[in-house]
DNA sequence: GTCAATTGTTCAGTTATCGTGAACAGATGA
DNA sequence: TCATCTGTTCACGATAACTGAACAATTGAC
C-alpha cells in the first residue's frame, strides 16, 4: 500500500527539484526524506528517482506517480474538509448532476437555485445528457446523480448496483398551433388528427417510439413525423410556426408556449416518469441534491 | 493528514458491520482496529462510528468519508498499477481526449486504433466536445487532451497552466455542390459567389466568424448565410442537396464526400490550425496519446 | 430469567517504523 | 584546488502501531 505522506515528498521532490528543498519546505531533515523515498520505491515496485549532476530528477515511474499524488492530496483534502462541514452541522461538497434537456430546465436549475440558499457549501454541478449517456459515468462515479425519463410501457433495465427514485409521474399531452381548427376543444381525440404533420424526437428514443405506439394504438393511424428533433424546444417552435403537432409532456408545456396550445386525449392517452438514479451508497450530501430534485419535480408538475 | 490504511480499515468496517470482522479481513487484532479507528476520529476531527447494540455503525460524517474512503483507494490502486506497468518498459493508463466533431473523426478515431495496437495498457477515452467546455475540465483533471481549432487572425487566449502543440495547419476550401456552374474550375474567386446561399456554423462560433470575415474581405460582399449547424456533416449534406455553398477545412472535406467538390480560393484563403491542449505536466502516457494524435493529423491532412 | 457467546474498549508491554544527527562520497563552481 | 553543495548511509533515540489480556455491554439460546 503506497503511502500519502510519501507522495507529498515525492511530489514536493519533484516541484523543487533537490531533496534538502523537500526537506526543508516539509520540516524534515534531507536524511529523513531520502529514507522515505527509497521505501516509496519499495513500495511502488520501480526506481522513481536518479541523480543528476549533483541535483536528482524524477524517472518516468516518478512522473506517472507524481501526477497521481497530485490527485489523490487533492482527494484527501476535499475529504477532510467535507467531514468537517457535515460534521459541523452542515452539507458540504461536489454533487454532478446530469438530466435530459427539459428536466434540466424545469428541475435541476430551480434546484440549484434553491440548494444554493439551503445549503450554500454544496456545490451542484449540472450537465445535460441522455440516460443512456449517464448511466456508465453513473457507475464509474464521475456523476452522482441521473435524471431520467422513461414512457409507460417502456420499462429501462436497471443496473443492480444503482438506486432508482420517482421524482414525478405526468400525463402526455396533445400540443397544436394556437390556430388549429381544434385548439378550442377542451380535449382532443387523438383519431381527429390522422392527417396532421408531426413533431417527434429522432427515431430510437422513447419519445418517438411513444409517439408512434400512441398514434397507432390510441389514434388508428401512422403518423406521419415530418419533424425530428431531441430538443423538445426545436419542437415546440415547429408547432408553433409550421403548423405541425407533437406529442408532449407536461414538463415541456409547463412554460405555456406563447402561439401553442396543449390539451389532454380524449380517452385513454401516454404517462411519462421522470425518476433519478444514485448509486447505492448516498452521501448525506447527495441525499440533500435528490430531496432537492424531487422537491423540484413536484412543484414543476402542473396541477391537473 | 488523514492516513490511508485507516481509510481503509473504516471501509471494511462499513462493508462488514463488525470491528472483529474488518480486523479479521485484514489480519489485525480487534483492538489495534479499534485503536487506529479512534485516531481517524481525531484526524478527521468529528466522531466517524456510533455503537447500535453490540455491533457498530457510521454516522453521517462517517459515511462521507467512507465514500471518499473508496475513490481514494481506488486511485492508489490505478497509480501502482500504472506505475507498474510503465516501469515495465510500456505505457499504461487512461488517458480522456475530448475533440470537436471532424477533428474526433479523421484524428482521434485513428489514433485511437493505432493506440490499440501500439500501447495496448492504454485506454483512451474520447468525447465529443468543444473546446469552450473541454478547458476547464481540462484544468481540474477530468480531461487531459483537448483538440481545438482556430482560424486564422482569431486567437484564443491560452491559460498559462496549459500547453498547446500545433496538430496541424490546413487551409480553408471553397465547397460546392458538383453540379454548379463554377465547379469545373480549378480555383475559384469567392467573388463570383456573391449570389449563394451559405451554410455555416452557428452564430458566435468561430467558423462563423471566419466565414463572414472572408466573404466580406476577400469576396467583398455579405454573404447570405441561410443554414446553421455546427456539424460540418450537416453543412455538407445542405451543399449537396440544397444547392448552398460552403468553407471548409481541408479535414472535413478530406472525406471527398459524394456530389460536392472543394475548390482552393483563387487569390488570398483562409488557413485554420487545429492544435492540442493539455496541462504542462505530461505524463509519458498522455504524451504518447498526443505524439499519436499528431501523427494522425499529419496523415489526416490532404497533400497539396 | 440465566448464562455463554459475541461485541467493542482499555491498558500495559512489545515491536516496528520514523526521525535525527553525524560521517561519507560524488559533483560543482569559484 | 578546495570549499560547498548535493544525496546516501548508519546507529540510535522517539514515536507510532500492534498484540494479548482484562473488562463492560449486549444478544440470543436454554
Redesign the pocket.
Known sequence: MI?L??LRLLRE?HVR???????EAL?????????????LEREAGAPL?E??????RLTEAGQVLVVHADALLEGVDAAAAEVAAVSAGRLAGVVRVAAFQSAFLRIVAPTVAALAEQHPAIRVEATEREVEQGVPELRLHRLDVVVGDEYEDQPRAIHPELQREVALRERITIVLPAGHPLAAARRIRLADLADLPWAACQPGTGHHEMHLRACRQIGGFEPDIRYTSDDFLILLEMVRTTGAGALLPDLVVGFDPPGVVARPFASGGVGREVFLLTRRSRTPTVQAVVDGLVVAAGAAAPAR
Chains 1, 2 share one sequence.
Not at 527539484?17 to 526537506?23: K, P
Not at 541523480?51 to 536528482?56: D, M, Q
Request: glycine share 10%; no cysteine; hydrophobic share 40%.
Open positions: 503511502d505522506r510519501r521532490v527539484g533537490t531533496l534538502h528543498a523537500a526537506a520540516g524534515y531533515t534531507p536524511s529523513a526524506v531520502s529514507q522515505q523515498l527509497s521505501v528517482l541523480r543528476v549532476g549533483r541535483k536528482v
